[in-house]
């Protein structure tokens, strides 16, 4: 496999464990589509931007970094005028939130031999997204990390 590949296997880990009791998004890069997205807490992870830092095609190595975001989901049931329930649900993703950038930091290169670090870089902060029908809402977040890592270039003889 890849070294992207395996980077996104170890992250996928991180997250799983530091958060057992959400599910995994089946697609966390549409989340109005996903049916995991009514269950009351689930994580997803969507590659991002790739660059390539500091590249040496001669050498068979390329510094890469690669954007990975990580996707935090929980649900609120509709209840008009409920101010702690929602204020409990915002606070509830950012203790998620905490507990995997925690996971991160405690193993920054994740596991992965080609990884040099991983690291939070920003989140979009609390976004509402309106379900309707039996009206569920889902507060979701997505957090950027950046892991930098040396990729193997196939040499051409």
């Known amino acids: 496999m890849s070294a992207i590949s ?21 697609n966390p890069y549409f989340l109005e589509s996903d049916s995991q997205i009514s ?12 660059v390539n830092v500091f590249g040496n095609e001669n050498s068979g ?5 690669r954007e990975l975001l990580v996707v935090l989901t929980r649900r609120k049931f509709a209840t008009k005028g409920n101010i702690t329930e929602r204020k409990s649900v915002e606070k509830q993703l950012f203790e998620d939130l905490t507990l995997v950038l925690d996971a991160v930091a405690a193993t920054p ?49």
Request: a negative charge.
């Open 109 to 157: 290169k994740l596991g992965v031999m080609s990884v040099q670090r991983t690291y939070y870089v920003s989140d979009t902060g609390v976004q509402f997204l309106p379900l309707g029908g039996d009206r569920v809402d889902i507060y979701y977040l997505e957090a950027t990390l950046t892991v930098e890592y040396e990729n193997e270039v196939q040499l051409c003889t």
């Open 39 to 50: 269950l009351s807490a689930a994580y997803g992870i969507k590659l991002g931007l790739g």
């Open 61 to 65: 190595q390329e510094q890469r970094s």
């Open 6 to 26: 395996n980077i996104f296997d170890a992250l996928n880990t991180t997250v799983a464990t530091a958060l057992p009791t959400h599910a995994q998004l089946l």
